[in-house]
């Protein structure tokens, strides 16, 4: 069962059965987005197909770990479908022919069918101090489905001139320890739909199908502005695979026990040197602040299933065909699917068979180019010359698909790396010694011996996300092979609310659907200081009927982001396979607050002490006002618990606020209830406590519930 938020349970079906039938029979604008944001990978996905992560200002998505900014490794997505021996729609013969998933080919080639997010649940409401900060992102879901496995799926329908079509699905879990990659299913079937209709146009067996693709990761923005030199944009990336060996190794068991392994069949990228820097740029040192290594991520995609055959469900070892590296930006252009274009076709079927374009100079369909070339070679960019830099290449087939056919294939696409505060350490300890040349360390490698180089010791632990990046593969392999049936976390809360107040910073939230499960444990409360992208500490871990928290280690003067996670016991992962054991989380991405709470000043001791700044308020005199808020006016030193009404000279009311949040402060904006700035003149504030208030020291009772107060606020304009 699934459901939209706009309807109960009862309408949904059938707006669901009638939407369904419609979506077969109508196309998607090419340019609908939908962007997952569940997990510490989160990205974008397009309607069209592919992925081309330029978004007119930098290029976005595959941000790992996406609790930072800056974090985006993916540059673009070239895909292309082909096939031989094809009689096209209009009876045109062809040796070849090939479609390019590209944007602009939408309407000519690829006809989006179907674009669409479908979550577990509904995206939790999170407010921070009356403000629904969870509000601009409830496009992203089109439907509740609490069924499935994953908290997130995009499925992507594309017919193709072809007659083939697309069927891509993009899972995402929030799980801790399966977060960080997407699982990506595509049925490629033969349906003789040739435009975006769901009319059979062709009858023919499309014979020896082929599906490749080239992706270039930047790996990472952030390091980008560090390496610099076209790095934005992937210009000096290394590319490497794994799993030559895979056909002797596909019935052994990976557990969490495991070694990393090596002979999963991976294809991934990392930053490499560039010619024109002076200092070694490998992991994107920070060497003019801080010494943090910037571009820490591994980027890439391991093959999980390939069809043998449209008959053969089973898996193929001998898949991938090709699984290597090619030049960024060096391959045919299919121009506009006319006949005299035929001669690209040809050339694109033959890269999709694994020979490099337009020379062996360009690409290798199995090499590991780091380790053939880095030694001759720091920079990847002398190895091809393409300023484009350097695409993770793979291709599948070829399969021949009868009218009704299809083949399944999966993978998962993922970013793993040194973590955050590890940079953080590892990077200062670099930059110590950067800045002085004397310095020789010891430096301490990851396997416990120790070197004289700092640039070795960098490089190093840099390189450990080789084995990060297969840990994640196997990952998400288990993953795979279970059927998607990993150890689940709690569902998050569905509403969080966070206050500013005088004495303390309340967090309340509403309890977890998963409250009811064995082993749920309760919740964990966590707190980050000055941003939002910074490191976040548990502050407490309350049980299950628990659902609020005041923050009293709170210091005025510092912005405060909070986030709640419910959490099982551990109980329910127990086994270590396809993750380590012990307590599970919800994905703090559900609840991280993105604007900062305060703790105020404290409530005023005596309705005497309240004081109007400024007073006068002169529009004349900017030196008097709050920098940058031109209309604001305050009421300092006021009880925590108060309303404020505010009256002309002649004793019309113009505006009340209600004053709740134990603070001592309140501001105004000069505005009436009617939205009117205030005109010049004198007005009454008057002030009626609301809440009886005692000295938390002394216990004397300060004023109580309904004392009045009130004072004369001159206005200048």
Known sequence: MFFTRKYN????????????????????????????????????????????????????????????????????????IGTANFTDSKAQHWDDYCVSLVQANAGLSLFPMVHKQTAKVDLPTVYVDGNDISAPYRGDIDEIDPTIIPDRIVTNVV???????????????????????FIKEYTFKNTGFVDGTTTKVLNATVKGFRFGFGVRYSVSREGSFKIADGQDWGKHTWVTRRGEDYASHVNDKLTEASPIPQWLRAGFAYAGQSA?????????????????????????????????????????????????????????????????????????????????????????????????????????YTVHGDGGGTNVWINYGPFDLAPGDSVVIVMAEGVAGLDRNVCWQLGARWKKAYDNTSDKGPFTLPNGSTTTDKDVYKDTWIMTGKDSIMMTFSRAKRNYDLGYLIPQSPLPPPLFNVTSGGDRISLTWDPSPSKSNPGFGGYKVFRGTGKPDTSFTEIASVGPTTTSFDDVTAQRGFAYYYYVSAFFDGTTNTSGGPNPAGQLLSSRFYTKTNQPAYLQRQAGTSLSAIRIVPNPYNIASPGMQYPGEPDKIMFLNIPGHCTIKI????????????????????????ITTSRQVVVSGVYIVHFTVTQDFTDPVTGQLKYAKGDTSYQKLIIIR
């Open 9 to 80: 349970v009862f309408v949904a079906i059938a707006a669901c059965w009638l939407s369904s039938l419609s979506l077969l029979n109508a196309q998607v604008p090419e340019t609908q987005t939908r962007y997952i944001r569940v997990g510490t990978l989160q990205s974008r996905y397009t309607a069209y197909g592919a992925e081309r992560a330029w978004n007119n200002s930098y290029y976005e998505g595959m941000m790992w770990p996406a609790d930072y900014q800056y974090q985006d490794n993916a540059v673009i997505e070239r895909m292309w």
């Open 647 to 670: 009256y002309t000279e002649n004793g019309d009311l113009i505006n009340t606020i209600s004053h709740e949040n134990g603070s001592g402060d309140q501001a105004w904006n000069s």
């Open 159 to 181: 017919n193709t001139s072809m007659g083939v079509t697309m069927t891509r699905r993009i899972l995402a879990f929030s799980q801790q320890y399966h977060d960080n990659y």
């Open 276 to 380: 024109v820097n002076t200092f070694d740029n490998i992991g994107g040192p920070d060497r003019t602040a801080t010494g943090r290594f910037c571009a820490p991520q591994f980027a890439g995609i391991v093959t999980l299933h390939v069809d043998k055959s449209a008959k053969d469900k089973s898996d193929d070892p001998a898949q991938p065909n090709t699984l290597g590296w090619h030049a960024g930006d060096t391959y045919p252009s299919l121009g506009d699917m006319t006949i005299g274009t035929a001669p690209n076709h040809v050339l694109m079927y033959s890269m999709l068979s694994g020979v490099a374009y337009p020379s062996s100079d360009k690409g290798n369909k199995s090499e590991r180019m780091d380790e053939v070339y880095m030694a001759k070679y720091p920079d990847p």
